[in-house]
């Protein structure tokens, strides 16, 4: 089992919905999560991170933790057409952060 | 300081032959990572530094690889007799040792192994 999973895509939503990314990882003593945004022939860069059970909200986004279930979220709020790009989901490893595959994100005017 | 910075931009060779990429992390960032990325996928760790000390490699990593960052400032990542599987995006990043999950990466130097 990888240590991150995460549908690759694309997800499609119109401009205005909200958008859910998903990520479930295997260790179950993960303690921080990270969710970081690729423009297509972009470098990652990080956009939210979460520690804590629960919901984390910065202006659009929110990122929800389920340990309980080993599940990670990012929901985009009225989403714009600017939001198209891939996200990925990481997890902190022995002495390096873990990358998922990365769900591709397509919102469409 | 502008960022985590990378040179080459791009890079073309030819099987067999060895090719060296740069990285000049963010000044104050003791925390240097190597990550490799090809086409839908997301990175893969090969490397890390505390500041000049080479901590964790990754297995996938072959001998062909090797990386080096003298004083603990800019980092170099050098491959030999490249192959074409070897063909991908070359990712620095930094960070400080108390937010280790914070990367900053760099433009990338993408690598093409004809």
């Known amino acids: 089992q990888k240590e991150v999973e995460q549908n690759s895509g694309p997800l499609s939503v119109p401009e205005g919905a909200i958008a859910s990314l998903n990520c479930t990882y295997s260790?179950?003593?993960?303690?921080?999560f990270f969710w970081y945004r690729q423009y297509s022939g972009k470098s990652p860069e990080l956009i939210m991170f979460?520690?804590?059970?629960g919901d984390k909200e910065d202006g659009r986004f929110t990122a929800q933790l389920n340990k309980a279930s080993q599940y990670v979220s990012l929901l985009i709020r009225d989403s714009q057409p600017s939001d198209s790009a891939t996200y990925l989901c990481a997890v902190p490893g022995f002495q390096k952060l873990v990358f998922g595959t990365g769900t591709r994100l397509l919102v469409s005017p | 300081d502008t960022g985590v910075s990378q040179d080459p931009r791009h890079k073309i060779t030819k099987r067999g032959q060895n090719v060296t990429f740069r990285c000049d992390p963010i000044?104050?960032?003791?925390?240097l990572y190597w990550y490799r990325q090809t086409l839908g996928q997301g990175p893969e760790f090969l490397t890390y530094f505390q500041n000049e000390a080479q901590l964790e490699k990754s297995r996938l990593l072959s001998d062909r690889f090797s990386a080096e960052r003298p004083k603990g400032s800019f980092s170099t990542l050098e491959i030999q007799r490249t192959e074409q599987g070897d063909s991908a995006m070359y990712l620095c990043a930094s960070s400080k040792s108390d937010r280790a999950g914070e990367l900053f990466f760099g433009e990338g130097s993408r690598l093409t192994v004809l």
């Open positions: 260790d179950r003593g993960s303690q921080s």
């Open positions: 979460i520690y804590s059970n």
């Open positions: 000044s104050e960032h003791n925390r």
